[in-house]
């Protein structure tokens, strides 16, 4: 399933490796938020709140020994650390972001991701378990994918793009998406007719003779 890209400029259909084979369309596209991804992927609340905690216990024990106004001012280096810190989270989801393309088809989801080492991720609607969406009240959204079957997956190759925590069986994940409402229904609407297409076989002659006895 996966496919490495040596040069995403030479991509025949943007997100994709290959050409769209005859009867194939592309239904959506798209990549990650830029702030939601450094929230949920990176930890950027937490850093903050780290560092607010650390700028609220020093400003509090400098107040003991000298007044409030050059109490503050201790503060200032880990205010300067925080800001920094952010920019450099930021600045990893954003290049994460551009490296991104998710791709829904009308025969299954791609996901082209990698910043350093870029790899194109098919997953056909039928090797597709079931999908998980996981809702902002923002609109932005994260869809997981469960696939079937034994497809060896890594955790580490496919993160961010993939389900918090679930290491064991890593679950491809369309990250911080927005109107991720609305694509899900786009996904879910053409699994269904996917998966519900009769599938034909072109049976040897010799066998359809026994089949016919």
Same mark, same amino acid.
């Given at each position: 399933?996966?496919?490495?890209?040596?040069?995403?400029?030479?991509?025949?259909?943007?997100?994709?490796?290959?050409?769209?084979?005859? @009867? =194939?369309?592309?239904?959506?596209? @798209? +990549?990650? =938020?830029?702030?939601?991804?450094? +929230?949920?992927?990176?930890?950027?609340?937490?850093?903050?709140?780290?560092?607010?905690?650390?700028?609220?216990?020093?400003?509090?024990?400098? /107040?003991?020994?000298?007044?409030?106004?050059?109490?503050?001012?201790?503060?200032?280096?880990?205010?300067?650390?925080?800001?920094?810190a952010a920019a450099i989270l930021i600045g990893i989801a954003w290049v994460q972001a551009r490296a991104?393309?998710?791709?829904?088809t009308t025969e299954r989801v791609a996901m082209r991701v990698g910043a350093a080492l870029t790899l194109?991720?098919?997953?056909?609607?039928?090797?597709?378990?079931?999908?998980?969406?996981?809702?902002?009240? /923002?609109?932005? @959204?994260?869809?997981?994918? +469960?696939?079937?079957?034994?497809?060896?997956? /890594?955790?580490?190759?496919?993160?961010?793009?993939?389900?918090?925590?679930?290491?064991?069986?890593?679950?491809?994940?369309?990250?911080?998406?927005?109107?991720?409402?609305?694509?899900?229904?786009?996904?879910?609407?053409?699994?269904?007719? +996917?998966? /519900?297409?009769p599938q034909i076989a072109r049976v040897p002659k010799a066998s359809a003779a026994v089949a016919a006895?």
């Open positions: 399933m996966p496919h490495e890209d040596q040069d995403v400029t030479v991509e025949p259909v943007n997100g994709l490796p290959e050409a769209l084979p005859a @009867g =194939e369309t592309v239904l959506w596209q @798209g +990549r990650p =938020e830029v702030l939601p991804l450094a +929230r949920e992927a990176l930890s950027l609340n937490w850093v903050l709140g780290y560092f607010a905690l650390l700028v609220v216990w020093r400003v509090a024990v400098s /107040s003991t020994v000298m007044p409030l106004g050059p109490a503050l001012l201790t503060g200032l280096p880990f205010v300067v650390l925080a800001a920094v991104t393309v998710y791709t829904v194109t991720l098919n997953l056909p609607f039928p090797k597709i378990g079931a999908a998980d969406l996981e809702l902002k009240k /923002s609109g932005t @959204g994260t869809i997981a994918l +469960r696939t079937l079957g034994a497809a060896k997956l /890594s955790y580490l190759v496919l993160w961010p793009h993939v389900r918090p925590w679930h290491m064991r069986q890593p679950q491809p994940a369309l990250r911080c998406i927005p109107d991720a409402a609305k694509v899900a229904a786009i996904l879910a609407e053409a699994a269904e007719t +996917r998966v /519900s297409q006895e």
